[in-house]
């Protein structure tokens, strides 16, 4: 959680919304995906289910915000539906306007 968060951060200040960044983001979305899956029978000192879809919650605006950029750069990148997707399922309960 911290390491993905540094990561985040670390590409936030070098302002570089490239495709480099729009991988790696969606391998910290991938991680958080398969760690909820793995990890939601543990109990909450072992994993802290809140922690963990906020983490992937950030990382999603983050890569969707990149998509925007690098779709006005006429870059196209072949994962974007996909995590489009994520982000919506993942404010299915949610009174966010998407």
């Not at 990890?39 to 983490?55: G, H, I, M, P």
């Amino acid at each position: 959680r911290d390491r993905s968060r540094s990561i985040r951060q670390d590409f936030t200040y070098q302002h570089a919304l490239t495709e480099t960044f729009a991988v790696i983001h969606e391998v910290i979305a991938r991680f958080h995906i398969v760690s909820a899956h793995r990890c939601c029978e543990l109990s909450k000192t072992e994993f802290d289910a809140f922690q963990n879809v906020e983490q992937m919650s950030k990382t999603l605006v983050s890569l969707l915000h990149c998509y925007d950029v690098l779709n006005n750069n006429g870059v196209r990148m072949p994962n974007e539906a996909e995590f489009r997707a994520v982000y919506l399922l993942n404010h299915m309960d949610s009174e966010l306007t998407v």
